[in-house]
Each structure stands twice: as C-alpha cells, then as structure tokens.
C-alpha cells in the first residue's frame, strides 16, 4: 500500500491511503485529505444538532431521521450560540477550493463541524460523518448498547466530477416507487448524484403519458417468465398479459422530490427509435413495417441477431423515421417528460437501432433520396437531428447513447459512450459534452463472478476491474467530460434484491472514480475500505456480492492432453481448499498451492476459499465439461465445443447495451 506519513502536530495526515492503516476510518469514496488526531467524540442518546445558514433543512431532516431510526434523538435548531453535538454551517466567504459539493469536517473531543458552501457540501460531509460512526448506524432497527463513538479527523474533500450516477434499467423488469426510493438511499452513502432512469424499452413502456394512454394501457403489461432472458419460447394467445406496470405522472413527481431531498438529480431516458416496441405494439401506425399490429411487447423471447453483422431484428422494434406521425408521437412525449423532470437534459437512447426492416420500407427509400441521405446510419442521423430540436424546443439538452454519433451528431448533443471510450474521445474533441460509461468498467449486469456462480450474461467484470474505471481517459479534451456512470441493465435481474447485489459492490469502486482525486488509487487499499462496508450493508439489509472473494478458474491444456486447472484470487491472503471426489472441501482438504491436473474420470471440481480458520468464499461447483469448453485440445482430443474462456474478465466484442446476445 502506497502511504505518505507526515509528522503534523502531534497526528498524522494520509492523502494517498488511510483504509488499512486505520482501521477504524473505511471512507468510501476516498477523502482528498484526511488528518487523524488522537482521540474520539461520543454521541450522547440526544444530539444537538445547531444550524447557521439558509437551505439546509434537506440536509437536518435527513440526519435526524437517520438518528432516530437507531434511538438517537436528534433535536436540529437554528440558534447557533448553544453549545452543539454537530455543527451544520454553510460559509458566508465561499471556499473556492470545495466548490458547490465540497466540505469541511472536523470531529473533535469537543464535537463535529461540518462546513460548506452550498447545502449539497453539508450532506456529503454528513455522508462522511455516517461512515466514522459504528456500523449500526445503518442498521434497520433499533440497536442497544453501542457506544457511538468517532475518531477526531479533519477532512477536507470535494468531488472531481460533477456527473456522478448510475443507471437503472426499470424497463425489462418494473420496479417500484418503494424500490426507486431505495435505490436511491443506497446511492447517496457513496455520494452519487445522479439516477439515470432507464423508463422504455422493448419489454415495457414505464411512465404515464396522458395524451397516449395506450403507452401504459397496453405497452406496460407482458407475459411473466423467468429464466435465461433473451432465449424463453414465444407466447401463446392464452398467456395472461398482466407482468409489469409503469409510474403515474404523480409517482414520478413523488420520486423526483424524494431524491431532491437527498440531493440525486434524476434523468429520464425514452429509448429511440431502436428498443421500441412497447410503443409500437401500442400504437401499430408508428411502425414502418406492415403487420405491426400483430406485435406483442416482448417478455424475454429472442428478438434480436446479434451474431449477424448490423444487429439484424427478427421483429421491428424500431419507429419509422420518415412518417410525420413518429415525430408528432415524439413532440407529445417529450412536452410530458420535460414537464415532469427538472433535470436539464433528456435521454433519448439511439443504442442498437436494426435498421434492417427500415431497408424494406419504401418510405424509408423515399425519405433517402429526398434528403440525399446515403445510408441508413444516415437515416437515423436524419432521425435524431429531428429529434434533438424536439428536445430543445421544450427547454431541455439532448443527450443520446453513442450511435448518435454515427452518420452525423446533431449540434448540441451529449453523448453517453458505452461501446468504449473511442467515442467520448471523438465527441469531446468536436466539442459536445460527454459522460463516460464504458462496458469494460461500468456494465453492472456484467457477472461479479465465474458464470457457473451467476445469472449467465455475455462478459464479466469483477471489482478489480471496475475498479480501474477512468472518466477522463488519455487524449480527452477533459473539459467536456462531465463524468462517469455505471449501468444496471436488467434483463437478468428479476427482483430489488438482485439489483442491489449487482449494484454493490461495485458501485463503491464507480463512486471512487467519479469522486476522489486522479492518481491516487490503491486496489488493495481501496478494498481494505470496502470490506470495512460489507458489515455495514449488512445492518442496512441491503444485499451485496461477496464475489470478489470467489477464485478464478484458468483451464489449460498439460503435456498428455490432460486438463490443468489454475487457481487465482483478486485479493491476497486467501487460501484455497478443493476436491475432485464430489464432495464438499473445508480446511482439512487439499489446499490449492499449484496449478491442479484434473483426474482422468472427475466430474467436477469444488472448491471455497478460507481467511485462516473462517470459511470466506462461497462453495463453487465447477463441472469439468464446462473447463473443458473453455479451452482447445489438441486434434487428438475428442471432439468439444469450443467457445473462448470467460473469465476472469473476458472483454466482450461490441456488447450490447442492456441486450443480451444470443450466442
């Protein structure tokens, strides 16, 4: 671990690392400085709570409900003379060096103070405070008998980007307004700032959109089924349609507020003129395709070639780019969602448009040759131009997924780039606004772990990975990088529980990227802080996955034509106890020094990873056949399928954005 130490009166400052040198301070994201002093301050079971500034009720509203969910009484006042627990101040001077979400905390043997600029800085340093405390100040009940002490620290801290969100896919599966609002506590521990609301797609239409009824009335509901999403068989007439559901225009309004409260912008996301089939099921005359009418919103059933070159639609999910009508349906679409969300830009997707049925209308044609437009990259340029001044004329910026970028970007266009950083990297030097949200970091439906553990998906990325996200990587023009994201696809993910695990913990690795200072990451440093939170998340209920202490499984070939399996783990200090005999290994097993030589007629291999005498790792069954389709054997062999290994983060060609391929 890297660790700068200097002498300062009498305590120690750690700018680069403090998780493991102090074992007590897990602050996640990482402070941009942090100065331990010696000593602790206690809360007493009533904490005075003195107020100086305006607008800082969001910020004693939250603290005292958190306080009183573990006992605490919190008793917030204005008068800032009387002696007080915590102290909240918004500075009259500005500090220039914390900006707008920055802070400053002290906690002494006297109490705490907390100052900022604007009231955003007092609820991020009250977010830091939360992480000084004991770890039942999370927890769901009423817990007795904890002391509930901090060490004295001074921090200063601010963040590096001001776009610092997630995005959560409520379209392939609903979730509801209760989720939402979860979603959204769980973010702000770790100071994200923006949801990004993924509200339309093939699988439903989520939001109430009163002038097109039919959106929700019909594109809202499909046929429940789980399972490997992408593969279910089609769905019979008989097949109730009643899975799903949407928000009403007042739901919506109740969420912003709630995440306003709690200083969380939130951006809608309508996904066009590709993923829209809910809305053409809905309304069949916005197709380009004869027989739309025929459609079903889709439950899960393939839909989609991703093998074939261009993303071939096997249905066509997309709006007709050349009838005045789409448009029309657009302009009323928007003129809501702009009414509903303060947030200043709107997205519109733009992702994955199939552009095979638009090669087969002759509306389509026609639009071609009246606009000299020489391909269909260029049609959808065509398209979302159009759709940018919709968007504009309603107030509000435009932001798309990266095929925007194709065929011509409208003038004023953000651009989210997922496919990689190739895209951002070209947008920001042609002076548009970029957020960075690339696949190999950022894709939170990607598999935490070996894909005989996890809901199957195309690619992996564990922690470690995440981890090396870089919002502004090398040759951006840095001043049009907003910021970063990660991205909750859902195709996979049926219920809040599973969101969750998906979300956290990586999510802490996409907070520290979007928030700490560049240049001073520390994998095992920063996991040092991380595993001082899984205890916590523990207290609060919220599901996480333990996957980043799972080994990786690296098949090869040995002299003989024998299968070798090699064993490695993303953290030191783990053992690894194995079996071939079929049952289940713990400490007394063989313990995993060298790359193993599977037996001739083994089955599978099991296999859990220890912390000395504590069992850490969970029991993982790995079936040989499945080692052995991950590698190629020599001619001599007997004929496998081969496919390349998947782990531990293959990096997959061209994803998809929340699809997943049919391999």
Not at 184 to 190: F, H, W
Request: with cysteine; glycine share 8%; proline share 8%.
């Amino acid at each position: 671990m890297k660790k700068l130490t200097l002498l300062l009166c009498g305590c120690f400052l750690y700018v680069t690392g403090f998780g493991q040198s102090n074992p007590e301070i897990a602050i996640i994201p990482k402070p941009v400085t942090l100065v331990k002093h010696t000593g602790t301050y206690t809360l007493h079971k009533s904490v005075n709570i003195a107020v100086v500034g305006a607008g800082t009720k969001p910020v004693t509203d939250f603290l005292v409900s958190k306080f009183n969910a573990v006992g605490i009484l919190g008793l917030p006042t204005q008068v800032s003379a009387i002696p007080a627990a915590i102290k909240l101040v918004i500075n009259n001077k500005p500090d220039a060096a914390i900006g707008d979400e920055g802070y400053n905390l002290s906690v002494t043997t006297k109490g705490v103070v907390i100052k900022a600029n604007k009231s955003a800085g007092l609820f991020y340093g009250v977010q830091t405070m939360l992480q000084l405390l004991p770890k039942e100040i999370e927890s769901v009940d009423k817990p007795t008998g904890i002391t509930w002490k901090m060490p004295c620290v001074q921090i200063t801290d601010y963040p590096r980007f001001a776009w610092r969100g997630l995005m959560f896919d409520v379209a392939r599966h609903f979730f509801t307004k209760a989720e939402v609002k979860r979603y959204i506590d769980n973010m702000v521990r770790y100071k994200f700032n923006l949801l990004h609301l993924h509200l339309t797609d093939d699988e439903g239409w989520r939001i109430e959109i009163k002038s097109l009824p039919r959106l929700t009335q019909v594109g809202a509901w499909n046929v429940k089924r789980v399972g490997d999403f992408g593969s279910f068989m089609p769905t019979t007439p008989d097949e109730p349609r009643n899975y799903g559901g949407f928000f009403t225009q007042d739901d919506i309004r109740e969420i912003v507020a709630y995440a306003k409260s709690r200083f969380v912008d939130i951006m809608p996301e309508i996904d066009v003129p590709g993923h829209s089939l809910a809305a053409v099921v809905a309304y069949p005359e916005l197709s380009a395709t004869p027989g739309a009418d025929q459609y079903k919103v889709r439950s899960g059933e393939k839909i989609m070639n991703w093998a074939s070159t261009g993303n071939t639609a096997l249905v066509d999910n997309t709006l007709n780019p050349a009838n005045e009508k789409t448009y029309e349906f657009l302009d009323k679409v928007v003129t809501e969602i702009a009414a509903l969300f303060p947030f200043p830009y709107i997205h519109m997707g733009g992702d994955e448009c199939a552009k095979n049925f638009w090669a087969q209308s002759a509306e389509v044609k026609a639009l071609m040759v009246k606009d000299t437009l020489k391909d269909y990259k260029e049609v959808q340029a065509y398209f979302e131009k159009r759709l940018e001044k919709i968007v504009e004329s309603k107030g509000k910026k435009f932001m798309g997924w990266d095929e925007i970028t194709e065929g011509g970007l409208g003038p004023n266009a953000a651009v989210m780039s997922w496919r990689g950083t190739k895209w951002g990297i070209e947008s920001a030097a042609q002076g548009h606004e970029v957020v960075m949200s690339p696949t190999e970091w950022c894709y939170l439906d990607y598999m935490q772990s070996d894909r005989v553990t996890e809901p199957h998906v195309y690619a992996s990325l564990r922690l470690s990975k995440a981890y090396q996200f870089e919002p502004a990587p090398e040759g951006i023009n840095v001043a049009m990088v907003k910021g970063g994201q990660g991205n909750l696809w859902t195709e996979q993910v049926y219920n809040f529980r599973q969101a969750e695990y998906m979300t956290w913990p990586r999510g802490m690795a996409i907070a520290e990227s979007v928030w700490s200072a560049k240049g001073t990451k520390n994998w095992l440093e920063f996991f040092g802080r991380v595993e001082k939170h899984f205890p916590r998340l523990d207290e609060a209920e919220i599901k996480y996955s333990p996957a980043v202490y799972d080994p990786n499984f690296g098949p090869s070939i040995a002299p003989g034509n024998e299968l070798r399996v090699e064993l490695t783990t993303e953290i030191p200090g783990l053992d690894i106890y194995y079996s071939f005999d079929n049952s289940l290994p713990d400490r007394f097993y063989p313990k995993y020094t060298a790359p193993l030589i599977a037996p001739k007629d083994a089955k599978q291999l099991r296999v859990i990873t220890y912390r000395g005498k504590q069992p850490i790792g969970r029991m993982i069954t790995m079936p040989i056949d499945e080692l052995n389709t991950r590698i190629k054997r020599v001619p001599t062999a007997p004929p496998i399928t081969t496919n390349p290994p998947a782990q531990p983060n293959p990096t997959p060609v061209a994803p998809k954005p929340g699809q997943v391929p049919v391999k």
